[in-house]
């Protein structure tokens, strides 16, 4: 089945919505008519009693010369209209006209079939009128005939121009398509389009946003494939030449065997660090996640690193529980890196870590004695591959450590930075959204 075109679509909704506003203002109209002609017969209806009503002023059932009323009555009375005189026991004194005039309560009128009735109290007397409203029927159907003629013939014409008018009125939607085809990701165009009409005006700068991001990411990942292929280049040339050393001398050389294990396992260890990077940057499996307690993998992170870079904490705040839903091997990998990072760039002296609570987040802190970092590179610090060089001291490493840990900060809803202090030179601030917290 083919799909619909939005002209199609939109010109039927203006033809369904135009044919039904043409069937209530005809279904309104003669609604209006028959109440106009209905209030104008009882006008009429009350006209002719009001004159009839004055030959029975003063006058009594018993003494009143009935003869002379009828003839008076008649002079009044139309030919088309029945007039009904009752006394006060409710007898008919009189009925002028043929036909049978409706009962109404007095002071009001209803009709019956196509006669139209009222009823008028006067002085202990009745008196009802009524009038045969054939020829008003009449004259209301041929009112209907000529309005639904005349809708029809509008309704014919909103269906035949409907499909042109939307063809023209989504004109600067098409122009907007055509713009966004001849985009060419990765190059630096933009739709530019703007017209009068300020809902596609938002739609194409919300276009070219999202063309902008994907550039954003495009060019991060080109700059993220050829810094990986530029680190694992430069193990494997190494392992490679130093293999083909011992290969071709008679001799093995045991420093050169230990340069090529020695480029293997930094291959080795680069390749683990990318792995995990990618896992950080997918989409977690929010089926298998469980609640962690990131104060204990603080403090076995904690021992870890200082057994093995003698990290010195002197300044330590860590609850007994600080629950977050994640997955827990990236968030024991997240701290261990960011410790290390303290613990490498620290100089020896000591660092602070603290845990605590901030309304429903928690916030780790790490902070060390290392090299202040320039604001110009404080984002720089987390993109892969990145690594600030702002004094002699240098360390060993990818840089990923600190992308990895911000990647999988905001994988679980949170978020790494640097934070600025008065205490020390670096900070790095872990913010994640907080399941439970118990301080003991």
């Known amino acids: 089945m083919s799909a619909s075109t939005l002209v199609a679509r939109v010109a039927r909704v203006q033809t369904a919505v135009a044919a039904l506003a043409l069937s209530l203002v005809l279904a309104g109209t003669l609604a209006l008519v028959d109440a106009l002609l209905s209030w104008k017969t009882d006008q009429h209806l009350a ?3 009001d004159r009839a009503a004055k030959y029975l002023e003063g006058a009594e059932p018993e003494t009143l010369d009935w003869r002379w009323f009828e003839t008076e009555v008649e002079e ?4 088309n209209v029945l007039i009904v005189v009752l006394d006060r026991r409710g007898r008919t004194r009189l009925t002028a006209g043929a036909g049978n005039a409706p009962v109404a309560p007095a002071g009001t009128c209803t009709s019956r079939g196509a006669v139209r009735g009222c ?8 008196l009802r009128a009524a009038r045969d409203r054939t020829d008003d029927r009449a004259v209301e159907w041929q009112v209907a005939l000529a309005l639904f003629g005349a809708c029809a013939v509008v309704g014919v014409g909103i269906a035949l121009s409907s499909r042109a008018v939307t ?7 098409l122009e907007l398509a055509a713009r966004v085809e001849a985009v060419e990701p990765g190059t630096g165009e933009r739709s530019g389009f703007r017209s009068d009409l300020a809902e596609l005006d938002a739609l194409g700068r919300r276009f070219d946003d999202l063309v902008e991001r994907f550039d954003a990411a495009l060019a991060r990942e080109k700059r993220f494939s050829a810094e990986a292929s530029h680190e694992l280049r430069t193990p494997l040339t190494i392992a490679r030449a130093e293999l083909e050393e011992l290969m071709a001398s008679a001799t093995h050389d045991p420093r050169a065997l230990a340069r090529a294990v020695s480029s293997i396992d ?18 977690l499996d929010t089926e298998h996640l469980e609640v962690v307690n990131l104060a204990d993998i603080v403090r076995d992170e904690l021992d870890v690193v200082g057994r093995v870079l003698a990290l010195r904490v002197t300044d330590r705040c860590i609850p007994d529980e600080a629950l977050v839903s994640g997955d827990e091997e990236l968030l024991r990998r997240a701290v261990a890196n960011l410790l290390e990072n303290a613990a490498k760039h620290g100089r020896g002296a ?8 901030s309304g429903d987040r928690m916030e780790l802190s790490i902070a060390n004695r290392g090299r202040s970092i320039p604001a110009q590179f404080r984002e720089g610090i987390f993109m892969p591959f990145f690594r600030y060089r702002g004094d002699e001291h240098t360390v060993d490493g ?5 992308p990895f840990a911000r990647a999988v900060a905001r994988a679980h809803g949170g978020e790494l930075e640097h934070a600025p202090s008065s ?12 399941v439970d917290w118990n301080d003991g």
């Open 167 to 173: 063809r023209r009125a989504i004109r600067p939607l």
């Open 423 to 434: 205490e020390h030179d670096v900070v790095m601030l872990l913010t994640l959204p907080l």
């Open 76 to 79: 009044v009375r139309p030919s």
């Open 47 to 49: 006209s002719v009693m």
């Open 119 to 126: 009823t008028l109290a006067y002085r202990g007397f009745v």
């Open 398 to 402: 990818f840089g990923l450590g600190l």
């Open 266 to 283: 930094r291959l080795s260890s680069l390749v683990d660090a990318l792995l995990w990077f990618a896992r950080a940057q997918g989409r």
């Open 350 to 357: 000591p660092a602070a870590v603290r845990l605590v609570q």
